[in-house]
């Protein structure tokens, strides 16, 4: 656990002086006037905040979707390195991005928060902000939600609901032996944003940095193009990248007949993730392989339906993916990396570690 | 807040020595175990634990309810007062109750932990054991969650999807001017069961109040008589009992045109509240009035369809219900206590503080 420093503990009205009826009423108020504002059609909902529970109605013909995501001050974010609008908008895309990493639209959330008394009641309304930031931009709303003081600390437990057409949900570990696997964006830029907060780098100290801090205190996350690949129909799996490249391709494989080969050569490493590591002293391709939470999609899929993908993408956002190995047989569960002279090597769930860092 | 004691850190495997992925592996075993004994049928479930969401099928011609309830180590529960089976069981009685309370049916749970380093994984499968007693007996599966680590304590976030036919869902604010009032059980138990705790009681020490003491650590819940009440076609409205009689009577009314008046000689008190009053120096009277979370079933519905309700619940459980009291114009948004003189007092969400004792 990391500490938890500035903000919690700042200037604002206590929530002692607020009272927690006090605080729900201003953010019921706060979710009614940004919800209204987005313009986002509430059709669906036919029970909204204030009841005993909301009550929703499906998409004809559409599975519903659900996830949840627990974040911890100390644990997943720092308030000293962010800010309460960060750390809400943070826990919104992390959840959104497991429905899209099925190939589904997020529809609604609701949320838990723990407070300690050292929290503000201006710094719930931010972290509300940014929770509504996130989700109203996907066209997702806030249906309910529960707040409860704790003795310390700062948390956040978002559910998130999703739709996808009935059947059409993308699994993790349904890839088909030759099939490409493929990433968008640039994973491991989370890590290395991490291990330089963890030096005392902040946003703004070295500009060129700044998108890797940024990587992991607001990851922009893919639901939308998760969402795409999953109806281009040209996707045989999905997983979004929560534990790291290794760790997360180990997940596609775990159990099966089949295993991956990663190929060394096409993993994006960006300039900045050099800088990070000269900065760092550690070789870039570390933040890369080891754990990171970026957020980032892996997806599988036969060559011949990569154009579809690739196009898919492209009309939602144009991110960049970018294939990085293939789905094979032969090596039930296992990731290997394969460099450019064409030798594998195991790789491990724990990532770079388990590498010499001259390989 | 209250002290934590007790199996926080009592003996057993530590979570630091099992690992997070460990004991993810033991949990979902246990889950997948015992939903296999239940022997309910998963066809609702596309896509179940182990992917980055899961995948549900919802019934025709449904609405989708959720709702989620944080419970905390200190606030909501003590340790040192309860077994961790029993920590499970009221977090999943706590979230069915608000489906129930909907007239809805719970179909999938999530539940998210934050877990101290001082709780033993034995600790974590018995609180899930708990959760499963009560949710498989409802015929809910659960169906993902996550768990994270906390600098101390523990926490339980329970989200709660359900299903009511579309349009059936029962509002707590739809009570109609000259609606009869009606409670399940004997609200006040759990209020009862609390103060005895703080004053050193435990379960065993006095037989006679073990009733009143088990109503607060383990709440019974009545999903399914609030369920059966919705499709009797009856009731107007319902609420269940989290915030205490007067509090969740002021819910069904406030901001309206109508209020209540609640009939004192109507309010249920058994034996054990009177028991319990003598042994604590209080009036038995308070316990029902103040804020009490019983998960007793509020709800309201014109005299000629009594009898249908009655025999809903009859048919489902037998509990007790009452009439206690009558929705009435002109008096908006107010709580009215009549005692058997037909005088009138003002109630406050705030309970029987607010009245004298000797009233």
Request: charged share 20%; with cysteine; hydrophobic share 40%.
């Amino acid at each position: 656990m990391r500490p938890a420093g500035a903000w919690l503990g700042g200037t604002g009205t206590s929530l002692h002086s607020s009272g927690e009826f006090g605080l729900i009423a201003r953010l019921r108020d706060l979710i009614e006037r940004r919800t209204a504002a987005a313009g986002i059609p509430q059709g669906q909902i036919a029970v909204g905040i204030g009841d005993d529970a909301a009550s929703l109605v499906p998409s004809p013909g559409c599975e519903t979707l659900v996830t949840c995501d627990i974040q911890v001050a100390g644990r997943h974010f720092v308030p000293g390195w962010t800010t309460p609008r960060a750390v809400g908008a943070r826990c919104a895309t992390i959840s959104a991005s497991d429905i899209g990493a099925m190939g589904g639209v997020p529809r609604a959330a609701v949320v838990s928060l723990g407070l300690g008394p050292e929290t503000a009641v201006e710094d719930v309304e931010a972290i509300y902000e940014g929770i509504l930031d996130k989700l109203l931009d996907l066209r997702c709303l806030l249906v309910g939600g529960n707040v409860t003081s704790l003795e310390q600390g700062l948390l956040v437990d978002m559910t998130v609901l999703g739709e996808v057409e009935a059947g059409r949900a993308v699994r993790r570990d349904t890839g088909r032996a030759g099939d490409q696997v493929w990433v968008t964006g640039l994973p491991g830029s989370a890590a290395a944003g991490l291990a330089l907060l963890d030096a005392g780098v902040r946003l703004g100290d070295a500009p060129p940095l700044d998108r890797l801090i940024g990587a992991y205190l607001e990851p922009e996350g893919r639901a939308r193009e998760g969402r795409a690949l999953g109806m281009s129909g040209a996707v045989t799996s999905m997983i979004d990248v929560s534990d790291g490249l290794i760790g997360d391709l180990t997940h596609m494989v775990e159990g099966r007949e089949l295993g991956v080969v990663l190929m060394e050569r096409s993993v994006p490493i960006g300039g900045d993730l050099h800088a990070a590591g000269e900065r760092l002293g550690r070789p870039p391709e570390g933040f890369v392989l080891s754990a990171s939470d970026d957020y980032e999609i892996l997806f599988t899929m036969p060559g011949e339906r990569a154009g579809d993908a690739v196009r898919a993408i492209r009309e939602i956002s144009g991110m960049p993916a970018r294939r990085i190995g293939e789905l094979t047989p032969g090596i039930p569960g296992q990731v290997l990396i394969e460099d450019a002279g064409g030798r594998r090597r195991a790789a491990a769930a724990g990532g770079w570690d388990h590498f010499s860092p001259d390989s």
